[in-house]
């Protein structure tokens, strides 16, 4: 089954909208839509599957989750998407930083996301490793992997590390350091691979022959048991260029040869790993264009 869907805004209503360019139009929340509103935005994109933040990533404060809005979340979840969501952690979280004060947060705010994703029946939280900030690669990698290790997560829920574009001081870029956080944790991780990061990092994407070359070696390193979600995304930039710049799936440096060979990919279709889209809104095209894109290049796909 192909699983394909977006991050979508738990803070607008979108409605169908054939007249608009986007097929979609963003409006002001109602007076009773609570989080489940994701579920909606997802079904408008036509998704069957997602990603969300449970609160505005550029701050701590998480807010409040009430009963009411994971019932309901769950339940319009379970009744209108094949799933899974996945949970993108805060912006502001830094699992290797040296920083006490900085390490702190990040856990606390970690421990947030894995209880609200037990709540409304999430499996999966997303993270990025952040930046080690001085700290040295191994110093980073130990410190992230001991700021996992204090988190007490729920029975149903997995901590995925996001793969990264490699900029400054940044860990994720190579599939070593998401292998060595793996190892070193004692917490059962898996992976989200981004693409465009994946990318951006150096590893070649842009054709069938690539694909091929760049898997081959996730799964030498990581492995392929350990892939539970794909950020889809094309590129902006060129490979190996460490630039984390989303472009519309096919449109970008990997091209539509290589987005084709990836969704193809047998560790992709066998696994049925899901593919969310944080593509751009521009250029008069939207989510509900790159969702369709995704069920175009890919073979097996039955409307």
């Not at 339940?75 to 094949?82: K, V, Y």
């Amino acid at each position: 089954m192909l699983k394909v869907g977006a991050h979508v805004s738990t803070g607008q209503h979108w409605v169908e909208d054939g007249d608009s360019a986007y097929a979609f139009t963003r409006k002001s929340k109602k007076a009773d839509d609570g989080i489940e509103v994701t579920v909606n935005n997802q079904r408008v994109i036509g998704g069957n599957c997602g990603q969300i933040f449970t609160h505005s990533p550029q701050v701590w404060d998480h807010g409040t989750l009430e009963d009411d809005e994971a019932a309901a979340f769950r339940g319009q979840t379970s009744e209108h998407l094949a799933g899974p969501w996945v949970i993108h952690s805060s912006y502001l979280v830094n699992l290797c930083t040296p920083k006490d004060d900085l390490r702190a947060k990040s856990i606390d705010s970690m421990q947030q996301e894995v209880d609200a994703a037990d709540r409304l029946g999430i499996e999966y939280v997303n993270v990025h490793l952040g930046a080690h900030t001085g700290a040295g690669v191994e110093g980073g990698i130990e410190n992230a992997a001991s700021a996992l290790d204090e988190l007490d997560v729920p029975d149903g829920v997995t901590v995925l590390i996001e793969s990264d574009a490699g900029s400054g001081t940044k860990l994720g870029g190579q599939f070593e350091h998401l292998a060595s956080v793996l190892e070193q944790s004692e917490q059962d991780l898996d992976v989200c691979l981004d693409t465009a990061h994946t990318f951006a990092a150096g590893y070649d994407l842009s054709s069938a022959e690539a694909v091929a070359e760049t898997m081959a070696e996730f799964d030498d390193v990581v492995g392929f048991e350990h892939l539970e979600c794909v950020h889809l995304n094309d590129s902006k930039h060129a490979c190996g260029t460490n630039k984390d710049e989303h472009a519309h799936v096919g449109e970008g440096e990997i091209g539509e040869a290589g987005m084709r060979a990836f969704v193809n990919h047998d560790a992709i279709v066998d696994g049925e790993v899901p593919l969310v889209l944080e593509t751009p809104t521009e250029d008069g095209k939207s989510f509900t264009w790159n969702v369709e894109r995704v069920r175009e290049l890919r073979d097996d796909y039955d409307a």
